[in-house]
């Protein structure tokens, strides 16, 4: 698959909020990019756009191979959804235990949370709060036109001022 920059710009900005709002609030974090998980057992497997582990990171710090049969899904998973839609997948990330998935969409980010077997949209995100999707959004759009300096603070300083 050819991945355009249409794509990856909203992916990269999305990895880099995420990575921020844990740094600044204290939480550990493993970023697994594009990992492919596979649960042999239910036939599912998935490959996200971008994928962490916030409260699980210490026990996956280092981790060359992931079993989803003896290691836990990602509690956060990005899709980014510019010629396909990732919503056909959901199924498959709840059936593995993803909780928490951001998706951007028509430039416009929301955030889902696992709720039994399905996703409800939910407004600000449990994995990595004060974020929120409208937040998201914004800075996402903010990328384009500012510096990369600049918009790294802005999401800092966000962030700071919300605890």
Known sequence: MVVSAGHEGP???LVYIAGIV???TGRDFQNYGTTTFRRKDLAKGFEPDCCFYIRDAPGMRGKKEIDLATDPPPELIIEVDIT???LNRFRIFAAVGVEEIWRYQAERVQFYRLEGESYREIKESVALSP???SQATLFVEQRERETWSAWLNSIRDWVRARL
Do not use: L
């Open 131 to 133: 974020m929120t999707a």
């Open 11 to 13: 992916n990269h900005a």
């Open 84 to 86: 396909r839609s990732s």
């Open 22 to 24: 844990a740094e600044v």
